[in-house]
């Protein structure tokens, strides 16, 4: 029985293997994607709550006697500082700069209402 075979099997393993491997880096290559997507969206969501963090500590420092014209908010994750302008009429300009430890360095401005005590617009 073997000698009639006529060596149908290793063709036959061989392309079932080629057809695995072909298989299996399609979704490699996905899953390494994926990941990335995942690191990055991580990221952008941290430095999202650190602007957000930020905007409301000052604007409790607006409420309760003014922003004083410098300062450092520190997160475990990096720093941010921000810098207050003179108050032209009823705005308040405040341009903030966080730095990451991972060196990136990103920086949004927010208009704070005197009148309000709130933040009325944000630039990033």
């Given at each position: 029985?073997?000698?009639?075979?006529?060596?149908?099997?290793?063709?036959?393993?061989?392309?079932?293997?080629?057809?695995?491997?072909?298989?299996?880096?399609?979704?490699?290559?996905?899953?390494?994607?994926?990941?990335?997507?995942a690191h990055e969206t991580a990221a952008i969501l941290q430095q999202e709550y650190y602007f957000l963090s930020s905007v409301k500590k000052v604007e409790l420092l607006q409420q309760t006697g003014g922003i004083p014209a410098k300062g450092t908010l520190i997160y475990v994750n990096g720093t941010m500082d921000y810098q207050a302008e003179t108050p032209s009429g009823s705005n308040q300009k405040v341009n903030f700069t966080l730095c990451l430890k991972s060196g990136e360095i990103i920086t949004g401005r927010g208009f704070f209402d005197l009148k309000s005590k709130k933040m009325v617009k944000w630039v990033n």
């Open positions: 029985m073997k000698n009639n075979q006529q060596g149908f099997t290793y063709p036959l393993v061989l392309c079932l293997l080629i057809i695995f491997l072909l298989f299996f880096s399609m979704h490699i290559e996905q899953l390494l994607t994926e990941r990335k997507m």
